[in-house]
């Protein structure tokens, strides 16, 4: 693509042709002006692809963007959609109110939990009471039988 300067050089060449002026010319060589419009034809032949290039470029731009505003429409939709169903339900109770129910849940089964634990640790600890209970009723029990017998010797002896 031509930059303003190269399109200035153009325009004054072609400007320079309509005139019919001869322009300077290197050594040996002969101006020939078929030679010029030559080459300004391939100027403008060059600038005229690289402006539709440039063309094209953009439009490709124009369809990407399109598709892009498009994907974003159904993205709007999307979430719109899931918003609804979160907030309002689809056909069930809404999202918020069956969380709420879990969280509701959760927190009776962890007091129900801690209540086990509380009746787990007092059914522990009368178990632990109830051992020591029979094992000193049942030393108590041989410490008798053990006095009983020899009190019965004593007696069996005088």
Not at 35 to 62: C, F, G, M, P, Q
Not at 144 to 152: E, M
Request: net charge negative; glycine share 4%.
């Amino acid at each position: 693509m031509l930059n303003n300067r190269e399109l200035e050089d153009l325009q004054r060449r072609v400007q320079g042709l309509q005139e019919n002026n001869v322009p300077p010319t290197q050594e040996g060589t002969v101006w020939c002006p078929q030679d010029e419009i030559i080459n300004l034809l391939a100027l403008v032949t060059d600038h005229l692809n690289a402006k539709k290039e440039e063309k094209e470029s953009y439009s490709r731009a124009v369809q990407r963007l399109a598709s892009i505003e498009s994907d974003i429409e159904h993205i709007r939709r999307d979430i719109a959609s899931l918003c609804k169903v979160v907030r309002d339900g689809n056909g069930q109770p809404s999202m918020i109110h069956r969380l709420t129910n879990l969280e509701t849940i959760v927190t009776h089964n962890r007091e129900d939990i801690e209540e086990v634990r509380e009746h787990a640790n007092s059914i522990i600890a009368a178990k632990a009471l109830s051992k020591s209970q029979v094992i000193a009723g049942f030393m108590g029990m041989v410490i008798t039988a053990i006095l009983s017998s020899l009190a019965l010797l004593a007696t069996l002896l005088k």
